[in-house]
């Protein structure tokens, strides 16, 4: 996958600090009386899952429910395209590039979260003192090609003047990024939460966030399949509602909800906060809004060869799905 080396030691000193953050889809089945149907939840380091653990949303759901947890975007919806799970959750490039994949998905709600999220990082001691400074160098992405990294990255170098074919780019999947980084064989690396905090945290410095470049929002999309089946798609449009009401606890209850973040990932409390602070946590119904601005993320990409074709966002949309009482 990439030809960085780092130490063992380094290797395991990040995998001890963010132990929580590889799950690897581990799952903890909630049974429920007669339950209709089970929901295989997709989830991105920990993040959807200490939601709803906190806020208890989903206590008493009128469905069972699984969680899988993924590091990253691109082996999530590779687990949506093989109908392992029913919903994943993502950011806008990573939804459009798992629909450019062939994978059967249509997008059902919205989260709203901060466009500092994520950023490019580079080491406290790097004379890269601005994005213009990249120019020659190499930039690590994560996760993969599509991601919301990659477009944050791109939309700077466009910003401050600098040709793509300027900068020498790569893939790594975070927590291999992230050993690395701590370890010092990457100097610059575009990386999103929870991962750009902890490494701000280590002592790595912003060249740029995504603030003016990144839309901050985020989806849910549910696989075709799951959703062609009537029992599956009532106990999504529950966890929907449920979702709408997790957010809302977790807009007014900051520091239960990082307390609860800490708990699921071990991390410090400090770093929780903020994480959770600038999350995707409001959930809402799929707006016109959301699908121009969409859009916009779809026609760029497409003309920067980010993705290799342009995605037609309210073909992969199903807006009807869920309707959110006001």
Known sequence: MTDLLF??????????????????????????????????????????????????????????????NFQGAAPLFEAQRSAAVDTAMAGDLPVLAAAVGKTPL???????????????????????R??????????????????????????ALEEADVRRDEVTVKFVLPTDAAAAF????????AIFDPYYTIALQQGGRILRDGRGINTALGFITASEHSLAD???????????????????????????????????????????????????????????ADIVALQAVADRSARDGILPVRVDVRAITDTQLWKRAA
């Open 230 to 288: 009537p029992a599956k798609r009532a106990a999504i449009v529950q966890f929907l509602d449920r979702l709408g009401r997790a957010g809302d606890w977790a807009l007014a209850n900051p520091e239960a909800y990082a307390q609860a973040y800490t708990q699921l990932t071990r991390l410090p409390i400090e770093s929780s906060r903020i994480i959770t602070a600038r999350a995707s946590v409001a959930g809402r119904p799929v707006s016109e």
């Open 182 to 189: 701590a370890s010092k064989q990457i100097d610059a690396w």
């Open 7 to 68: 130490s063992n030691a380094s290797r395991r000193s990040w995998l001890k600090q963010g132990a929580a953050l590889s799950l690897a889809a581990t799952a903890s089945l909630r049974a429920f009386a007669q339950p209709q149907t089970t929901l295989i939840l997709g989830d991105r380091a920990g993040g959807l899952r200490s939601l709803f653990e906190a806020s208890k949303t989903l206590e008493g759901a009128p469905f069972a429910y699984r969680w899988a």
């Open 130 to 155: 601005s994005v213009s400074d990249l120019r020659g160098k190499t930039v690590i992405v994560s996760s993969a090609r599509g991601s919301i990294s990659q477009y944050q990255l791109y939309g």
């Open 106 to 128: 249509k997008i059902v709600a919205t989260r709203v979260g901060k466009a500092d999220s994520l950023g490019i990082v580079v080491q406290p001691n790097s004379p890269l």
